[in-house]
């Protein structure tokens, strides 16, 4: 249904938002499913997640195959973590319109100074906060967002040191109408993203697939390798693959090397068709027949 990106500096008030957004969501007269991902989803410690870039590479990663994992049309996913690297949020926004939902970017608005004296009141406190040395590094490299680059749009603001963060704040309230509204032919002001050949995984050749379409040729080709052994070059009238599966027409003989190059022009010709038609076949039989017809074609022509 659609992604939420919780975006600020460190110790800005993200997980306080993330948590109001999902107390309004559930108060909304239409109640989705929501989930919160996070670093504490996995246990991961912030200072050590944050400690290099390897290790920073590797927390990134694992949020992102877990919403990846998580997207659906039923569902709202909120992701809550820095997402201070604007590439970061275009590949989360990547993912949104591959899975064809809504999506937008919650931003919480504090100055350093002020999210520097709340990471040092949670430390005297006992709570988890991050060590000056993390915490400069991420204040340094944090990337606002920006509504007009379309992984920041639409952006909707809190200002956590100005105003508490609440379920009835503005930019929360305007975060739920956006992500709950319903959507018709008429409707302008929520944009559910649209996936592209690129994005579509549906029109992606997947490894069952290609595994299927391998073994079935290879069968084909094996048949008739052995029906041509068997005849000792006299003529073929047809090889019988199976019920239901067309006879392989061949008046002539076909060597080995021949065989191959058809088989892999087949394949080639299929996973390049499947990028603007139908997806390759997913079951030995269909590939089977596909293949018996090219071949019957190509035959019947040479």
Same mark, same amino acid.
């Given at each position: 249904?659609?992604?939420?990106?919780?975006?600020?500096?460190? $110790?800005?008030?993200?997980?306080?938002?993330?948590? $109001?957004?999902?107390?309004?969501?559930?108060?909304?007269?239409?109640?989705?499913?929501? &989930?919160?991902?996070?670093?504490?989803?996995?246990?991961?410690?912030? !200072?050590?997640?944050?400690?290099?870039?390897?290790?920073?590479?590797?927390? %990134?990663?694992?949020?992102?195959?877990?919403? +990846?994992?998580?997207?659906?049309?039923?569902?709202?996913?909120?992701?809550?973590?820095? !997402?201070?690297?604007? =590439?970061?949020?275009?590949?989360?926004?990547?993912?949104?319109?591959? #899975?064809?939902? %809504?999506?937008?970017?919650?931003? $919480?608005?504090?100055?350093?100074?002020?999210?520097?004296?709340?990471?040092?009141?949670?430390?005297?406190?006992?709570?988890?906060?991050? +060590?000056?040395?993390?915490?400069?590094?991420?204040?340094?490299?944090?990337?606002?967002?920006?509504?007009? /680059?379309?992984?920041?749009?639409?952006?909707?603001?809190?200002?956590?040191?100005? +105003?508490?963060?609440?379920?009835?704040?503005?930019?929360?309230?305007? #975060?739920?109408?956006?992500?709950?509204? %319903?959507?018709?032919?008429?409707?302008?002001?929520?944009?559910?993203?649209?996936?592209?050949?690129?994005?579509?995984?549906? &029109?992606?050749?997947?490894? !069952?697939?290609?595994?299927?379409? +391998?073994?079935?040729?290879?069968?084909?080709?094996?048949?008739?390798?052995? #029906?041509?052994?068997?005849?000792?070059? =006299?003529?073929? /009238?047809?090889?019988?693959?199976?019920? =239901?599966?067309?006879?392989?027409?061949?008046?002539? #003989?076909?060597?080995?090397?021949?065989?191959? &190059?058809?088989?892999?022009?087949?394949?080639?010709?299929?996973?390049?068709?499947?990028?603007?038609?139908?997806?390759?076949?997913?079951?030995?039989?269909?590939?089977?027949?596909?293949?018996?017809?090219?071949?019957?074609?190509?035959?019947? /022509?040479?």
């Amino acid at each position: 249904m659609a992604l939420v990106v919780i975006c600020g500096q460190p $110790c800005s008030g993200k997980s306080k938002a993330a948590l $109001c957004l999902v107390e309004a969501l559930r108060n909304a007269e239409y109640k989705p499913t929501v &989930r919160i991902i996070d670093e504490t989803s996995f246990h991961l410690d912030r !200072n050590q997640s944050y400690a290099d870039m390897p290790a920073e590479k590797n927390l %990134r990663g694992v949020l992102r195959s877990e919403v +990846d994992r998580s997207l659906s049309r039923d569902n709202i996913i909120i992701v809550d973590s820095l !997402n201070s690297i604007k =590439g970061y949020r275009y590949e989360l926004w990547c993912l949104a319109r591959a #899975a064809g939902i %809504r999506y937008c970017v919650l931003y $919480c608005d504090v100055e350093e100074t002020q999210c520097r004296k709340w990471n040092e009141e949670r430390r005297e406190r006992g709570e988890t906060s991050y +060590d000056d040395k993390i915490f400069e590094d991420l204040v340094r490299r944090f990337e606002r967002p920006d509504r007009r /680059n379309r992984w920041d749009s639409p952006l909707f603001e809190v200002f956590p040191s100005r +105003d508490s963060i609440e379920k009835s704040s503005l930019a929360i309230l305007d #975060a739920v109408s956006y992500l709950t509204k %319903r959507v018709d032919s008429k409707t302008r002001d929520v944009r559910v993203l649209q996936p592209t050949i690129a994005t579509q995984t549906a &029109r992606v050749s997947e490894a !069952n697939s290609l595994y299927e379409m +391998d073994r079935a040729t290879q069968e084909v080709m094996n048949a008739i390798v052995e #029906a041509q052994s068997q005849a000792i070059g =006299g003529p073929l /009238n047809g090889i019988n693959l199976g019920q =239901g599966l067309p006879n392989i027409n061949i008046s002539r #003989a076909v060597g080995l090397p021949e065989l191959r &190059r058809l088989r892999r022009t087949f394949i080639k010709l299929t996973g390049q068709s499947s990028l603007s038609g139908p997806p390759p076949p997913s079951d030995a039989e269909s590939a089977k027949r596909m293949f018996v017809d090219y071949l019957n074609r190509e035959l019947e /022509n040479t």
